[in-house]
């Protein structure tokens, strides 16, 4: 079984930094592209920035500039430094991973973890 967990969100002013971090974990034995996404209140799950295993990228258009995403293959772990927060970056953030192991291939998803900007 595996397993991802996010952290690092919270309550920030506009203009203010967060970081998120993904921890991958169990009977892994690769992962492919890991991503994060959000989800708005009220609105649908929408794709932030993606992460290939060799470390392309792909990101928003809505925050490209200002969210960095990068990963560590060593540590099964990806990050996301958030700079320039503005309240419509408001939601809950999920982590993404396409794992391998044993048994099989798996699109995973982490609970989410809560990022509220306040104007």
């Known amino acids: 079984q595996v397993q991802l967990v996010e952290s690092g969100g919270g309550l920030v002013q506009a203009g203010g930094s967060l970081r998120l971090s993904c921890a991958a974990s169990?009977?892994?034995?690769?992962?492919?592209?890991m991503a994060w996404y959000r989800q708005a209140p009220g609105k649908q799950r929408e794709l932030v920035a993606a992460i290939a295993s060799g470390g392309n990228t792909n990101y928003a258009d809505s925050v490209k500039g200002r969210f960095a995403i990068s990963r560590d293959n060593a540590k099964n772990t990806m990050h996301l430094q958030m700079n320039s927060l503005n309240p419509e970056d408001t939601g809950v953030y999920y982590c993404?991973?396409?794992?391998?192991?044993?048994?099989?291939?798996?699109?995973?998803w982490g609970q989410g973890t809560q990022v509220t900007v306040s104007s």
């Open positions: 993404n991973a396409w794992i391998s192991t044993m048994t099989g291939q798996y699109d995973s």
């Open positions: 169990g009977s892994i034995f690769s992962l492919g592209v």
